[in-house]
């Protein structure tokens, strides 16, 4: 079949076009001759070109005039439009009215997935999700990547809202990966651009990810589910670099089996809290970590085959005290902990330089007149090991038996 001849829409129409002059665009468009489809501008449809420009009483007039709203239409009035106010929306709206399919793909892409892909999209985006869901697409209905983790991947916030609102399963996988494992490999990527290009990718990360991470959380996203390679989004996050505490500190409290392990200085495979450690997270980060049930006493060489509760306690005195006010789990254990030689943590933290912790574990009923399972006595302990501390160990004993008295 011939293809049908085709010619360049006059300049009227362009011109009426451009000033958005409704009155003038009619006019033009009544002196066409022949169908309205027999005319293109910049080799597309007239009316793909009238929707491309977002302008909804022109698209809206075109096919009151028996122009054939396309698949191709609905994608340019998507994905390329920039009306002025950017919320508008009435190219699309004309087209779905015309009868657009809101569910059929071009390209191998549904027009929710055109919506959900718009760069920064923010107010725009979030509004054609919402028209498209309620003139019947479907957000969980796929053509090659799931709507939901273009958002992600944009990032497109008021787009995944109005998806996740719509019943857009937050777990669904693209590449064998979650969106929430899509969010964490777009972080670390931003962050390696911002590295190499400098080009702003890693603020547009800091500004998204936490609000997104939130997003998906709120809405059921899984935090357990692993890439194919067995990596958590938690531990894509911890073995970031630049990844924002907040991230790590959502992924924690998200849930986690706390057995994850990564590689730390190659030389060995060290759980996330001990790398946070190594690796010197925030006090915050490991207090979070802490509390999602990472081991505090796993052995390491490179902690010098001790645990990360003997290691902190004995030379993070800032840290252990950080940790003894924002980690219930943390202060639980320092309080029950005896070394292999069964000293108390009193001695570590004395050793460590920190007399608020000494006063605190002795408040929490650690003991100074105790005796170790060597024979050892607590001040003994101090004095081979931090004898600046007996003036404060003698009053805490004379306190101790006072009350025994």
Not at 68 to 89: G, H, K, S, Y
Not at 142 to 156: G, K, L, N
Not at 317 to 342: D, I, M, N, Q, V
Request: proline share 7%; net charge negative.
């Amino acid at each position: 079949m011939a293809k049908p001849r085709t010619q360049e829409a006059p300049a009227e129409v362009i011109a009426a076009l451009d000033a958005r002059d409704l009155d003038a665009f009619t006019a033009a468009v009544d002196a066409l001759e022949g169908s309205v489809d027999s005319y293109v501008h910049c080799d597309r449809p007239l009316v793909a070109w009238v929707s491309r420009q977002g302008w909804g009483p022109g698209t809206r007039y075109l096919i009151e005039k028996g122009a054939r709203p396309t698949a191709d239409a609905l994608e340019e009035a998507i994905f390329f439009a920039q009306p002025d106010p950017p919320d508008d929306v009435s190219a699309v709206e004309a087209l779905l009215d015309g009868g657009c399919d809101p569910n059929e793909p071009t390209m191998g892409v549904t027009p929710l997935g055109w919506a959900a892909s718009i760069n920064y999209g923010g107010a725009r985006a979030g509004a054609l999700v919402r028209l498209l869901v309620e003139r019947g697409a479907d957000p969980n209905r796929e053509a090659t990547t799931p709507p939901i983790h273009a958002a992600v991947a944009r990032p497109a916030m008021d787009a995944l809202a109005a998806l996740l609102e719509a019943g857009a399963d937050p777990n669904v996988l693209d590449d064998d990966v979650t969106p929430l494992a899509k969010l964490m490999f777009e972080m670390r990527g931003a962050y390696e651009r911002e590295r190499t290009q400098q080009d702003g990718s890693g603020s547009v990360a800091n500004e998204f990810v936490p609000p997104t991470l939130r997003l998906l959380l709120d809405h059921g996203a899984d935090a357990s589910i692993p890439t194919p390679n067995g990596n958590t989004p938690l531990l894509l996050a911890v073995g970031c670099e630049d990844c924002p505490d907040d991230v790590i500190q959502q992924l924690g409290r998200a849930g986690t089996t706390a057995q994850e392990t990564i590689r730390c200085n190659d030389k060995e495979d060290v759980d996330l809290l001990s790398y946070a450690l190594l690796s010197g997270r925030s006090f915050a980060v490991q207090a979070a970590l802490i509390e999602a049930g990472f081991p505090l006493d796993r052995p390491y060489a490179l902690l010098g085959d001790r645990g990360y509760l003997a290691v902190v306690a004995q030379h993070e005195a800032e840290l252990s005290e950080y940790l003894w006010e924002h980690s219930p789990r943390f202060r639980a254990a320092l309080t029950a902990f005896r070394t292999k030689k069964g000293l108390s943590a009193i001695v570590l933290c004395a050793v460590a330089g920190s007399e608020r912790l000494v006063r605190a574990l002795h408040a929490d009923g650690v003991s100074v007149t105790e005796t170790f399972a060597t024979g050892q006595t607590v001040r003994g302990a101090i004095e081979e090991y931090a004898p600046t501390f007996l003036g404060l160990i003698d009053e805490l004993m004379n306190a101790e038996r006072g009350d025994e008295a």
